[in-house]
């Protein structure tokens, strides 16, 4: 499962000296053909509403081996969403386009983050790519 939170959508249009000049479709095709190399099948999400990223992680609970998400605005306060990816009980690797961290003070804290495996952050739309492998690596050794 990869999710994208809200306002990605918008990416090629808003920032795109933060975020990058490709358009979320790119960065999706760019996913499904790493998944594709690495044979892993993924769907990909993304929404603008907090609940339907909840919904699409509850209803995906017994269809799906790990979890790669880039929260966006919600990595920062969304207890609702954190809670959502424990109660999946899946690999979870958060990513992010900018590097968080370099940014405004308020983006520094993600309450993601302390749940994931992982974070990518500020590797652009390639973050996605790296998580694709690391996650391949998660599912081959059955731990996280």
């Known amino acids: 499962m990869i999710l994208h939170g809200p306002n990605l959508n918008m990416l090629g249009i808003r920032e795109p000296e933060v975020y990058g000049h490709k358009n979320l479709q790119q960065i999706n095709r760019a996913i499904s053909k790493k998944a594709d190399k690495l044979s892993l099948a993924v769907d990909i999400f993304q929404s603008n509403l907090e609940g339907e990223l909840i919904n699409y992680i509850h209803n995906g609970i017994d ?10 605005g919600l990595t920062h306060y969304s207890i609702a969403l954190r809670d959502a990816l424990l109660t999946a009980k899946l690999p979870v690797i958060e990513v992010h386009l900018s590097n968080i961290y370099q940014r405004e003070d308020f983006r520094h804290k993600s309450v993601i983050a ?5 974070q990518i952050s500020g590797l652009g739309y390639q973050g996605y790519l790296f998580a694709l492998e690391k996650m391949k690596m998660i599912l081959k050794e059955g731990s996280f």
């Open 63 to 72: 269809t799906y081996k790990g979890i790669i998400i880039n929260p966006a």
């Open 114 to 118: 302390p749940i994931a495996v992982g």
